[in-house]
């Protein structure tokens, strides 16, 4: 699997994705039913590690690489994949660099990545596989029908969640004006939330694998999860404290869907405190939905007032009171959340 956090892997990744020359010339060395060993950057470091074979200093094309893939020793491109820089190189890293793999090829290929900070390819003509390591991490190639199939799942998925997140929060903001939020509540938009953004995650981890062949998954997911992350932010500064973000991610998927641990995660009133329908928003989320207020007046206004329902009782003089508020932008204040009184009113009587 590939490690979503590692930009390295990711990057080399996006190297030989559908659509690249790089790719090109992989796939001709598999239906040659060959095997290659390749290694992406000519800097010193990689020559430190390199003996015997020949410069060769040509234009890379795929053609080329397939041509050479034909004898035993390593390849090596320049950084950009551009030209080739030498062939039937013998590699030398050290023996004692640990490796989990058992193939030749292989656990060369794993001890260079782990010596050289580089992409090493190595194909495997037994598995007819592509397989990346990049430092410590190893990422087996899959094919473009396996990553859409999975990805179009996915989608159907994030496009469920999606729906939840936003009826739910179209609730959150009704009950926020009328000073009723629970505990369940706030889960309730933070659960699909929180999915919507570690599928979407998982989905650009496979484009970066498609490249040119998931461009519309790619529009699509975008679509989906737009808005998503900064909504959840301010979720969470509303009612949870600053660490909240970070131990709401986490939680494992099961846990996400699981009211009990993500209350005690984020550490809410448990849902059976005789508190938690008093549960008060800071205002964050529905300040930052008026065009005109900007982020520093939205956190000077909870600094001074501490919540949602003391904002919104605030006369114009006591707004004024706040450093950088002045008459007009306090009349755009209490006109603004008049709008979402009565916004919410039409809601819940339409």
Known sequence: ?????????????????????????????????????????????????????????????????????KMDGAIILATDASRIARANVHLVPKASIATSETGTRHRTAERVARTVDVPVIAVSEAMAT??????????????????????????????????RFDDALSSLSRLEIEDAVSVKDVVSVLQPGEMVRRIATEIEGHLVELGSDGRLIHLQTEELSAGVGETLTLVLRDYADALAPEHLRSLTHDAVMDLPQVVAALNLPAPNDQLHDELAARGYRLLHRLPQLSGVLVDRLVDRFGSLPEIMSASAAELESVEGIGAATARVVRDGLARLVEASIFERYE
């Open 1 to 69: 699997m590939v490690d979503r956090g590692s930009q390295p892997l990711n990057e080399a990744l996006a190297m030989i994705a559908p659509g690249t020359a790089l790719r090109e010339g992989l796939d001709r060395i598999l239906q040659a039913k060959h095997g290659a060993l390749i290694i992406v950057g000519d800097d010193p470091a990689v020559l430190s590690v390199c003996t015997g074979g020949f410069l060769l200093d040509a234009e890379y094309s795929p053609q080329r690489l397939s041509e050479l893939a």
């Open 130 to 163: 592509i397989a990346v390591y990049r430092h410590d991490s190893k990422h087996t190639s899959q094919s473009s029908g396996w990553l859409i199939d999975r990805s179009s799942q996915a989608l159907a998925t994030l496009q469920r969640f999606r729906v």
